[in-house]
């Protein structure tokens, strides 16, 4: 009997991603597995582990496929900048704000997007996340009209998050609305492929 090609392995490696442990088949499994839902995503690993390998494999192999795939540094942005490409805002919303702009959830419509280092937002931010992911519905900043969006989650963290809510530092809401599938990605015993 001749074994079956490995996009029939549900613990076939992902594009780009090298590893045969059984924590990384655990990774393959579980993303695959995840992949085809609507939920959410949540991945927790060390810096360099390859999280966004990941988080583009479940983009790539889901539904959504042929939608954007959209990703966002949340540490990489101050508050207020973070919050404008997020949602977006409209012209004089505030200095420099001078046209209407879109923001990056409305940019992953009918796609993914991926909230990188999403423990690092504020409180303010949080909440507004979380109110995209319960209603599926923002507000540009400095805007009043409500816009709805259709987009799949996938967030990820280099810290245990629950670590985070004992602190107070992260809602615990929002946490259950990510951490709908959480894949645990080992320390690096593997690398991307170029």
């Not at 655990?26 to 390859?50: C, D, F, H, K, N």
């Not at 602190?167 to 320390?187: E, S, T």
Request: hydrophobic share 40%; aromatic share 6%.
């Amino acid at each position: 009997m001749r074994p079956s090609p490995a996009s029939d392995d549900p613990c076939a490696p992902l594009p780009g991603v090298v590893g045969a442990s059984p924590a990384m088949r655990q990774v393959y499994r579980l993303t695959r597995l995840a992949a085809p839902t609507p939920a959410s995503v949540l991945l927790i690993g060390e810096t360099g582990t390859g999280k966004e390998l990941v988080a583009r494999a479940v983009h790539q192999l889901s539904p959504r496929a042929d939608g954007n795939y959209v990703r966002v540094n949340c540490g990489a942005l101050a508050e207020g900048l973070l919050e404008s490409e997020l949602f977006g805002h409209v012209k004089g919303a505030f200095t420099g704000a001078i046209e209407d702009r879109n923001g990056r959830f409305e940019a992953a419509h009918g796609g993914t997007i991926f909230l990188d280092e999403i423990s690092s937002m504020s409180a303010k931010l949080q909440v507004k996340v979380l109110r995209v992911l319960q209603e599926k519905q923002y507000e540009r900043v400095g805007d009043h009209k409500t816009r709805t969006v259709d987009i799949r989650v996938v967030a990820a963290a280099n810290e245990y998050l629950e670590d985070e809510i004992e602190a107070g530092r992260f809602r615990d809401d929002l946490y259950y609305r990510l951490n709908v599938v959480p894949i645990y990605l080992p320390p690096r015993p593997w690398r991307s492929i170029s």
